[in-house]
């Protein structure tokens, strides 16, 4: 899937991935999709969190050694 903007959040542990995963969303325009790539655990269900508050739609999650990928699609 392409992205067009990716946010790089190896590393962060939470609150961090989803501080700057709100600001990012924030950054992009609707109908554009943001990658965040995370290691951190938490990550997954605190997305689902921020995202049911926010009303944008997650597309896609993969895992795979250690790393998270999420695509969220800014819906408005």
């Known amino acids: 899937m392409k992205a067009d ?3 790089d959040a190896k ?3 939470s609150p961090m991935p989803v501080i700057k995963t709100r600001k ?3 950054s992009i325009q ?5 990658k965040i790539i995370s290691t951190d655990p938490e990550t997954k ?3 689902s969190v921020l995202l049911d508050r926010l009303g944008h739609e997650l597309l ?3 895992e795979e050694g ?3 990928e999420f695509f ?3 819906l408005h």
């Open 72 to 74: 969220i699609k800014k």
């Open 30 to 34: 609707p109908g554009q999709i943001l």
């Open 66 to 68: 250690g790393i998270t």
């Open 11 to 13: 590393g962060l542990s």
């Open 60 to 62: 896609q999650t993969k």
């Open 5 to 7: 903007v990716v946010l």
């Open 45 to 47: 269900s605190d997305i």
């Open 24 to 26: 990012a969303i924030d």
